[in-house]
């Protein structure tokens, strides 16, 4: 699968969007990108996923570039509970599949 | 609908002591994974199982690790014995069917496991 890249360690302001990046320059054709949370003492939550088109669902939304080399997780209007790490991956599409947890990006929302 | 429930919530054991972890996944799910999680790092997956079978444990230390999900429902996850290095957060997941096209996991609370 191929590797990304994100930010250690994020701020944003409650009520204000919140936009995590990823990088994942090795991305295959047929690998998709996921996103998960998991806000502390708890297990990881799906948020949401995509392939090439830019995806929104009730949580978030999901902007992958044309080139598929990065992506950005949207949260429009952040609040509090929404403090969690947020884990980017990319999984490939085919027999052999299994998501792969990177460190992921812990998402500070201050009051 | 329920979620994944995990059991013990949390456990304290010393080393060399057997220990088993417990997951009864979503109803209806056919593929459940076992995960371990170390402070401060991503979950790593362990076990997955498409209904009864084992079809990827390639992350499993055997030696001293060893899972079974019998009649393709709950699942229990065993270390014996366990070492310092043990210690971590075990998490439980599951989703429906077991094709390729849909990795919408969903996760228990996990067992928090404590060596000394």
């Known amino acids: 699968d191929a590797k990304t890249t994100q930010p250690p360690s994020m701020d944003c302001a409650e009520g204000r969007a919140a936009n995590l990046p990823c990088n994942h320059s090795?991305?295959?054709?047929?690998?998709?990108v996921y996103w998960y949370r998991q806000i502390h003492s708890q297990g990881p939550q799906y948020i949401i996923h995509?392939?090439?088109n830019n995806e929104t669902n009730e949580m978030a939304s999901l902007i992958i570039t044309e080139d598929r080399k990065s992506s950005t997780l949207i949260l429009p209007h952040a609040t509090l509970r929404d403090t969690a790490v947020y884990y980017c991956i990319v999984r490939s599409g085919g027999s052999n599949y299994k998501l792969t947890f990177g460190k992921g990006t812990l998402l500070t929302v201050n009051p | 609908e329920a979620g994944v429930v995990q059991s013990p919530r949390y456990k304290i054991i010393e080393k060399k002591q057997p220990v088993a972890f417990w997951c009864n996944p979503i109803s209806g799910h056919n593929t459940l994974y076992w995960y371990r999680q170390n402070l401060g790092q991503g979950p790593e997956l362990l076990i997955r199982y498409e209904n009864e079978e084992a079809v990827d444990d390639s992350q499993l230390p055997k030696d001293r690790f060893s899972a079974e999900r019998l009649k393709g429902v709950d699942s229990t996850l065993k270390i014996q014995p366990a070492e310092l290095g043990d210690s971590a957060v075990y998490l439980c997941?599951?989703?429906?069917?077991?094709?390729?096209?849909?990795?919408?996991?969903?996760f228990g609370s996990g067992t928090q496991l404590s060596v000394l």
């Open positions: 995509g392939l090439k």
């Open positions: 090795t991305i295959s054709g047929n690998e998709y």
């Open positions: 997941a599951s989703r429906i069917g077991t094709a390729a096209t849909n990795e919408k996991l969903f």
